[in-house]
């Protein structure tokens, strides 16, 4: 075993089913009173029972700020500080996926003020100190210990809603996560003991969400490897599959979870003659791989039924170029040295959608 060093991040867990009703608890317990709601405008009946629970422990929310969006756009930061101003609140309290995440991580690091979670995709915002920011179309990320919510309540009753097709494209972005963690340049056994029970419990829920989205015992496996996956995107270092997803994204604004879910086997099989162990190891958490990981994570996107290719989502063939140079820009630490014309054909064929080998 190599040497290594391990920092656990603090933060609280509530996990199980109906755990929204210990939000006043713990809301008390941090001797707070007046908390400001994020959602987004989608997500707003589940801020409003919220307020309802709230309510029934006589706590009055400051108020409900219920525009956040995508990417965190600086422009929607602003506006909610300025809601912030109005309606002054003790804490923030995000119900969502990252969008929302993303939004509580922009408010506490500039106010301070404390940051419970609700988390209702499989994203893993909630258990990082990383938040991502866009202005004027490029994205930028950065970490700081005070960014970590502080608590973080899983509750699955709350991701029951999630659609069929966002819940298998978010659950393989908490795999990307994992997928990344196995290979950082500060990875250790202990977080690859989480990237491995997390990516199992995912490949091996989300397929039967796909067909029975209310099953419970399943979304309850999902939320479990969402939450451990997330704790690996919070405790190491992402390479090129997260540089190229944030280069995508961040820069011809494509959808989050479904961006990560085209990439990720193409940037695994970009960096798999440098990582031979850890695709052994990956290869061992995915049904029907036969001992080969890429092959095993295109069985499993097969069977989630979702979209392989980004022009699906608007990206045009003209942005190729523009996304290679932004890729090999600023780059992040990756066990494969980056070579121009292989990340360019590596984003070509996930711009195509031709299947990764
Ligand atoms: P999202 O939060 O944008 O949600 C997508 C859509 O699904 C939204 O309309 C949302 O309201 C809706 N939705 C969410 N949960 C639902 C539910 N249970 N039922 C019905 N609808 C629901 O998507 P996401 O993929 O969770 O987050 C993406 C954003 O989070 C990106 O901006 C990404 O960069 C960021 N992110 C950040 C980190 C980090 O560590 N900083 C980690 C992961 C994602």
């Given at each position: ?6 920092n ?105 003020l404390?940051?419970i ?33 502080g ?36 990875t ?81 099989s ?26 095993g ?61």
């Open positions: 075993m190599n040497p290594f060093e391990y656990a991040n603090p933060g609280r867990v509530v996990f199980g089913p109906g755990s929204i009703q210990k939000l006043p608890a713990e809301i008390q317990r941090l001797g707070l009173k007046s908390p400001l709601l994020l959602s987004t405008p989608q997500q707003v009946s589940q801020a409003e029972a919220l307020a309802d629970i709230l309510g029934g422990a006589s706590i009055k929310p400051a108020g409900t700020y219920t525009n956040a969006t995508m990417h965190t756009p600086s422009q929607i930061t602003e506006e909610a500080m300025e809601y912030l101003q109005q309606n002054a609140a003790d804490c923030v309290v995000s119900i969502g996926g990252g969008s929302t995440i993303g939004l509580g991580k922009a408010i506490s690091i500039r106010t301070g404390p940051h979670c609700i988390p209702t995709t499989y994203a893993g915002s909630e258990m990082t100190p990383i938040l991502g920011e866009t202005q004027d179309g490029r994205k930028t990320t950065r970490s700081d210990p005070k960014i970590l919510p608590t973080v309540i899983y509750d699955v009753e709350l991701t029951m809603t999630l659609p069929p097709a966002l819940s298998a494209t978010s659950g393989v972005n908490a795999i990307a996560h994992a997928v990344e963690s196995l290979y950082a340049s500060n250790n056994p202990v977080i690859r003991m989480f990237a491995l029970e997390g990516t199992g419990a995912l490949a091996k829920s989300l397929p039967v969400i796909v067909n029975s989205p209310s099953d419970k015992d399943a979304r309850t496996q999902a939320q479990y490897g969402a939450w451990l996956c997330g704790v690996t995107l919070g405790s190491s270092a992402m390479a090129l599959h997260h540089k190229l997803c944030h280069t995508l994204g961040g820069s011809f604004n494509l959808p989050h979870a479904e961006t990560h879910t085209i990439v990720l086997p193409h940037a695994l970009f960096n798999a003659p440098a990582i031979p162990n850890q695709m052994a190891d990956l290869a061992t958490t995915l049904p029907e791989s036969d001992g080969d990981a890429i092959h994570l295109n069985v499993l996107l097969g069977k989630l039924k979702v979209k392989r290719a980004l022009k699906d989502f608007g990206m045009k063939e003209e942005d190729i170029d523009k996304a290679t140079d932004i890729a090999m820009s600023a780059q992040y630490p990756n066990p494969r040295k980056l070579e121009k014309e292989k990340i360019r054909e590596l984003i070509r064929r996930c711009w195509a959608g031709e299947p990764a080998k």
